[in-house]
């Protein structure tokens, strides 16, 4: 496997760190309960997750429906699963490893990030109760800056105030939204196999480097 010199890394939150499906899925069918619309099957909402809550909301009721949701009921759905998941959203674990690799990481005084498309007010309190937070020197949720993954806008950002060149940072991740904004932005990507990515397989000819888990990341560091 290739090795990489990088000063800054970047990680996705769910599908990458924790485990976040068991409760989204949850609070989507607590809110399609609440609307009157059939729960749907784990797997199906779990491959609507990655690329935000918008999205997510829009493929469960559509789901549910068997067809295209208007924006009223879109905006009471999402007021709804919102109130849902604030329940829950602190339940959720990281993955295997993850503590580890991360620890590891950090002893080498790498510069570490979180960047995800999940509303700040989600962000915060996962990575506290999940013991997270103090590895990473930067957060960027979804509604920090104007766009998000896989706009490229949220790496820039972490590069700039890191102080270091795209081309010194990396993204770990584990989905075609974590490719297209690595890739958009210039900057190595690297994917986990047992994240969400819509349901679909990481595509390994447009990745960098793909890793078992997180403890496998320091050895591909150079």
Do not use: W
């Amino acid at each position: 496997m290739s090795q990489f010199k990088v000063s800054a890394l970047m990680f996705d939150l769910d599908g990458t760190l924790l485990n976040t499906a068991p409760e989204i899925a949850h609070a989507a069918n607590a809110m399609l309960t609440e609307l009157g619309l059939p729960p749907l099957p784990y797997a199906q909402i779990k491959g609507y997750i990655g690329e935000g809550a918008q999205v997510l909301i829009q493929s469960c009721l559509a789901g549910a429906l068997h067809d295209v949701p208007d924006q009223a009921l879109q905006a009471t759905a999402q007021h709804l699963f919102f109130a849902h998941y604030a329940n829950n959203v602190t339940d959720s674990l990281p993955f295997d490893g993850v503590q580890d690799g991360l620890a590891v990481l950090k002893q080498r005084n790498l510069k570490l990030a979180c960047v995800t498309n999940k509303p700040e007010k989600f962000t915060r309190p996962l990575l506290e109760a999940s013991g997270l937070a103090d590895f990473f020197e930067i957060v960027v949720s979804g509604d920090t800056l104007p766009k998000k993954k896989p706009d490229p806008i949220q790496l820039h950002h972490i590069c700039a105030e890191f102080d270091v060149m795209e081309m010194e940072a990396m993204l770990v991740g584990d989905s075609a939204t974590d490719i297209a904004a690595a890739q958009a932005a210039g900057c190595f990507i690297v994917t986990v196999p047992y994240g969400y990515n819509q349901g679909k397989p990481i595509d390994e000819s447009q990745v960098d480097a793909m890793i078992r888990d997180l403890t496998e990341l320091p050895s591909i560091l150079m």
